[in-house]
Structures are given as structure tokens and as C-alpha cells.
């Protein structure tokens, strides 16, 4: 089986010969997407061990199922990359491989009218779903800060949930918001962002930053201003928004590569997300 490890804080094509528990779900992938998470991992700046599999964005088909499952060999699936010991590609092996073996309880069936491309977009929609639960609300005056498809995607969900007094920009304006949603956040930006909010805003910790970062604190508290993390929202309602596609999310579709031309493709497009298939789609080709 091919698969892509980090070695040595480089993603390497491996070639392994995988043993499965029967217990678990196989996964043979068809679609695995590249995440700001995976380019962390291979850089080091995410510690994980040197021969782990990475990647956590899939979609694909059972071949095995254990006994008395509710799930069937042939179906099509995603996963929910979350697991109550850590992350998918992080702290067990993950998507960017051949076939990937995961407990039942991630494994999420997808609908056949949901192609296989779309699905494995589910959990970075289900990630932007997360802004949806906090304490925001669609008459108020918000700002996706930063720039590339995170913010992107987060402002189109925002957008389709009915949200009209918002902006997206990756550059802070002249203005004041009830709400602000950082998508790279660093401490330089910090002072700028927190007097960007109006008394009693909120500022929401979209990024999933393994750096540091230093807010002011004294200007919080005096403003009374509100910091909340937005982590997941529903895999099954991102299903549902990707089969409806209001956002039309083949926008945020980069080339999909085979497993050689994915790893020399493997730094963090912004712009569009780069998809890897076993299944030797040529490069550029993108599925409808």
C-alpha cells in the first residue's frame, strides 16, 4: 500500500504492507484533501511521530465492516477526524494512503446523490458550521479577517445562513464590529483586532494555531469584550449544505494529483484546496 508519512518533517511517499483489526472500518480513499494541519505536521511545528500517516479530509468506500455494523462493504463514507483520544492524521494514521482503517464511530455514511469530490470537503465545511454556535447574530455587523479559503468559506456559510452586514477582508478596516472571526491570527495583529470591536463585541478564535499568541488583556477587560472558540459544527448538516451547495464549493476546488505529484504539491494552497487519489485521476482533473 502507498501511503505518505512525515519523515523527518517531510511528507515521503512509503510503501507498507498494512495490517487491519477487523473490528475497525477499511477505507478504501478516493478523494483525501490537503489541510494547513498537514503542512504543519510535515514542517514539525505540530510534533508527530516521524512514520505517521497523515491527512484527515477523505471521502471513499467501505471494504470491511465489522460484524453487526450498521455500515455496509460498498458504501460510500467521510470521516469525522475527531476521536476521543486525539486527531485523525495526528495521533493515529491517517487519510493519504491507499486505504485507511478507523473505529465505526467516525465513519459518517454520505448520501449517493453527494459526489465523492464534494464529500471529502465535508469536514472543512463542518469546521466553518462551527461560527454558526456561537453567540453571533445575523443582524449584527461582523468581519472574517484574514485571506485564502478558510476565510473564504467561513464568510459563504456566514452569507447563506443569512448574515448581510458582513465584510471579509485580510486586512483590518476603519471600522467597528459587533464581531470579528480571525482565521490567522497572529500577536502583531491582536492589538488591532480587539479595537476593531465595538464595546461588548466578540472576537471568535476560528484558527487552529500551535503558536503562541499574546492578546491585550487590559483592553478586554475595560472594553467588557467577549473571546470565543469555534472548534466543529454538524458533519451531518455540512452534508446537507454541500448536497444543497449554496456555496458553491467546486469554487474552493484546486487540481487533484496522484500520490507522487501530491507530495511535490505539498505546501498550503490558500487559494483552492489540492486534493490526493489512489485512483490515479490526472492532475488537474476535477470531478463534477
Not at 508519512?5 to 498494512?18: A, G, H, K, L, R
Not at 443582524?139 to 473564504?152: M, S
Not at 464595546?199 to 487552529?208: D, F
Request: glycine share 6%.
Amino acid at each position: 500500500m502507498y501511503c505518505i508519512q512525515s519523515i523527518n518533517y517531510t511528507p515521503t511517499v512509503m510503501t507498507i504492507t498494512p495490517s487491519f483489526s477487523p473490528q475497525n472500518v477499511w477505507i478504501q480513499v478516493h478523494y483525501a484533501g490537503l489541510c494547513r494541519t498537514d503542512v504543519m505536521a510535515a514542517k514539525g511545528i505540530i510534533p508527530v511521530p516521524k512514520d505517521r500517516i497523515l491527512g484527515h479530509e477523505c471521502s471513499g468506500i467501505v471494504t470491511h465492516a465489522p460484524k453487526h455494523s450498521t455500515l455496509e462493504k460498498g458504501m460510500p463514507v467521510t470521516i469525522n477526524p475527531l476521536y476521543p483520544h486525539g486527531f485523525l492524521g495526528l495521533d493515529m494514521n491517517g487519510v493519504f494512503a491507499e486505504h485507511v482503517e478507523v473505529p465505526e464511530h467516525m465513519v459518517i455514511p454520505i448520501p449517493t446523490q453527494l459526489s465523492l469530490q464534494k464529500a471529502a470537503f465535508t469536514e472543512p465545511v463542518a469546521a466553518a458550521l462551527a461560527v454558526l454556535d456561537c453567540d453571533i447574530h445575523t443582524n449584527e455587523k461582523g468581519l472574517v479577517l484574514g485571506k485564502g479559503r478558510i476565510a473564504k468559506l467561513t464568510f459563504e456559510i456566514l452569507k447563506a445562513h443569512g448574515f448581510q452586514y458582513l465584510q471579509w477582508s485580510d486586512a483590518i478596516p476603519q471600522d467597528r464590529f459587533d464581531f470579528i472571526i480571525e482565521t490567522n491570527i497572529t500577536s502583531n495583529d491582536a492589538e488591532q483586532v480587539v479595537h476593531a470591536l465595538k464595546r461588548k463585541g466578540t472576537l471568535i478564535l476560528k484558527s487552529r494555531t500551535y503558536t503562541e499568541i499574546s492578546l491585550p488583556t487590559k483592553t478586554i477587560v475595560q472594553r467588557e469584550l467577549r473571546i470565543q472558540g469555534a472548534h466543529y459544527g454538524s458533519f451531518e448538516q455540512a452534508i446537507d449544505l454541500l448536497i444543497k451547495d449554496p456555496i458553491h464549493c467546486q469554487q474552493f476546488f484546486g487540481p487533484v494529483h496522484s500520490i507522487h505529484d501530491f507530495v511535490r504539491h505539498f505546501n498550503d494552497q490558500e487559494e483552492h484546496k489540492i486534493f490526493y487519489s489512489p485512483l490515479n485521476i490526472g492532475p488537474s482533473c476535477v470531478e463534477s
